[in-house]
């Protein structure tokens, strides 16, 4: 068996014996045991009651963090005239129509969050074997297909978060810097927690949010209590 790093045993002990705790308790201590060379990420994962081979038990969506995410998002934008211009001048980094689709197909993904006009679509519809496994392909219900690509590449840049139930029931995303402020973490926190409960399809039954545990992009996780990491 390897041999654990100084650093990876510290943590394990600092975490040993501790589960669901109170969100602030949670961030103090995975902000404490953090020690690596960068800023990491505090991660969030939550298990859910559901199974999402059923079409009316998926969960999908999107959350504003009040603090954003502490990430610089790169945006394509598949858009034509007036709205690229938009595009552009909303900070994306990415702009394009036909032109976008040779390079996505020649291998540039080179982004975090694609948006597109609606008309656009049915030539972003061709990427979808190259943008769906990556959970990139513009979608209506979370704001990435619209008219309005201004507000879209604003809302990307400035700590907008989508979530995606896995095959596992499980929803996982980045949330913030550890760098962040213990209140600033836990604001993010309880507003993801409340964005994903409010996303209860009609066909989950039983328990919906089963577990809720944060972790640093490198350090141990712990689990939360419930009632703690739910909104007021």
Wanted: glycine share 10%.
């Amino acid at each position: 068996m390897a041999k654990l790093a100084k650093r990876v045993k510290k943590a394990q002990e600092a975490f040993a014996g501790k589960d669901l705790l109170a969100v602030e308790a949670a961030v103090a201590l995975i902000k404490s045991a953090a020690s690596a060379k960068f800023d990491e990420t505090l991660e969030i994962a939550m298990n859910l009651g559901v199974d999402p081979r059923h079409a009316d038990q998926m969960v999908r969506g999107v959350v504003q963090l009040p603090n954003g995410t502490g990430k610089t998002v790169r945006v394509a934008v598949f858009a034509r005239g007036a709205k690229a211009d938009e595009a552009k001048a909303a900070g994306a980094e990415i702009v394009g129509a036909e032109d976008l689709l040779e390079k996505i197909q020649g291998g540039m993904l080179d982004f975090e969050r694609c948006i597109a006009t609606p008309d656009m679509m049915p030539l972003v519809g061709r990427l979808g074997k190259v943008l769906g496994p990556r959970n990139l392909m513009p979608n209506p219900k979370v704001g990435t297909v619209t008219m309005d690509v201004a507000t879209a590449v604003s809302n990307a840049k400035g700590g907008e978060v989508q979530f995606k139930v896995e095959k596992a029931g499980v929803i996982h995303a980045g949330i913030g810097k550890v760098s962040f402020s213990e209140e600033k973490l836990a604001e993010n926190v309880r507003a993801f927690v409340d964005a994903v409960t409010k996303a209860r399809p009609a066909g989950a039954k039983g328990t919906y949010v089963k577990k809720v545990s944060l972790a640093s992009t490198m350090g141990p996780g712990v689990s939360l209590d419930l009632a703690s990491a739910a909104t007021a």
